[in-house]
């Protein structure tokens, strides 16, 4: 199987050859960074227009790189969801115009699961089910019980902040350009992460919930005091660091340990991170259930990863090229197939 993916869920423009459920062939992302770094965050406006002006291209760039026609493929994937409303109708649009034209089936991802499936790209084998996933990125935090390709249910999710929302905020905090999470990543490697002791979440019994807004509320109030104004930004980002990480390997061993899993996985951008790879291997090492974590050009957004989703999902995914919408608050679970 040869798909063609595309994932505008977001601001990174992307695209992908993907066959046979393992090899990229191609692996196109147009990153939008230097038209939002201005604004400090994503202007939604922006990242639609750029979207539109950059797609055609990118899906011809992906096609070239990966030497293949539209006459090779055997379907269309395309993010149908959750993201912004305004990016996701220009991929969506696109892949049901390709689609239309080219009888070519079409499947509409979640975006979410794309992360889930990061993992498998370009590896002998798949983990096993049931797998634990943590799923960290600037839209979400979640862990997800994946009992097979289509059955993935949330078990914990944040109750505020995704984790790489607290990662952009701070680094904002401390004169980072956006998005901040590689420039804390960076900055805290001369830090000490024992530094400062910024608050861990703690959610009720029972619950595996996390919360990042508090630890970023915490470095704001710090950064005002003298000890802040005096403290080293190397410090102050290893130690938020340390506090984001503790709480995610946290519900991460918590939830191993409530039902066993043959494997887990770590996803979305924040997965980027060095201390939290660090941290979720270790943890791997101790408990020695299998981690995989891709590499960081799969971590954050990539149209691979959305292709490596509708191939495992297949028929649950299949959609109709005149039906198809984007939408931006898509539910996680996968419906029932309507007969
Ligand atoms: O998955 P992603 O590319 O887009 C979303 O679907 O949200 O994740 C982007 C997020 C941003 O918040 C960015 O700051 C964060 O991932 N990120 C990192 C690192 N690289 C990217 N956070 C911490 N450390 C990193 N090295
Ligand atoms: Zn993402």
Same mark, same amino acid.
Request: aromatic share 10%.
């Given at each position: 199987m040869l798909f063609l993916g595309i994932d505008t869920s977001c601001d990174d423009t992307a695209t992908a050859v993907f066959r046979d459920? =393992? /090899? #990229?062939l191609a692996n196109v992302s147009t990153n939008q960074d230097a038209f939002h770094a201005k604004f400090g965050g994503i202007v939604p406006e922006i990242a639609s227009r750029q979207h539109l002006a950059l797609l055609s291209a990118a899906v011809q760039d992906a096609l070239e790189r990966a030497e293949v026609?539209? *006459? +090779?493929?055997d379907g269309i994937a395309v993010t !149908? *969801?959750? *993201?912004?409303i305004g990016s996701l109708v220009i991929g969506v649009a696109s892949a049901k115009a390709l689609a239309y034209a080219t009888g070519l089936p079409l499947y509409g991802v979640n975006h979410l699961h794309g992360h889930i499936f990061a %993992?498998?790209?370009? =590896?002998?084998e798949d983990p096993e089910y049931p797998f634990l996933a943590l799923l960290v990125s600037g839209g979400h935090s979640q862990l997800v019980h994946v009992a097979s390709p289509v059955d993935l249910r949330v078990i914990a999710r944040t109750r505020d902040d995704a984790a790489g929302e607290a990662f952009d905020k701070t680094a904002r905090l401390l004169g980072l350009?956006? %998005?901040g999470g590689p420039g804390i990543d960076r900055l805290a490697t /001369?830090? +000490? %992460?024992? !530094?400062i002791p910024f608050p861990r979440y703690r959610a009720e019994r029972g619950s595996l919930d996390m919360s990042f807004s508090g630890i970023k509320t915490s470095v704001r109030y710090f950064l005002e005091t003298p000890a802040g104004r005096a403290a080293r930004p190397a410090d102050v980002a290893a130690s938020f660091q340390a506090a984001v990480v503790d709480v995610l390997v946290d519900r991460l061993a918590r939830a191993a340990q409530e039902q066993p899993y043959r494997a887990a996985v770590l996803s979305g951008? #924040? !997965? !980027?991170n060095s201390a939290l790879r660090a941290a979720c291997l270790a943890w791997s090492e101790r408990t020695g259930v299998p981690l995989l974590i891709p590499p960081p050009r799969y971590c954050t957004d990539n149209a691979a990863m959305i292709a490596a989703a509708a191939d495992r999902q297949g028929s649950a995914v299949l959609a109709d090229p005149r039906r198809l919408a984007a939408d931006p608050?898509? /539910?996680?679970a996968l419906q029932p197939a309507v007969a």
């Open positions: 459920g =393992r /090899a #990229v026609s539209f *006459g +090779d493929l !149908a *969801g959750p *993201g912004l %993992p498998f790209l370009e =590896r002998d350009p956006f %998005p /001369a830090g +000490d %992460p024992t !530094a951008g #924040v !997965a !980027a608050n898509l /539910a996680f």
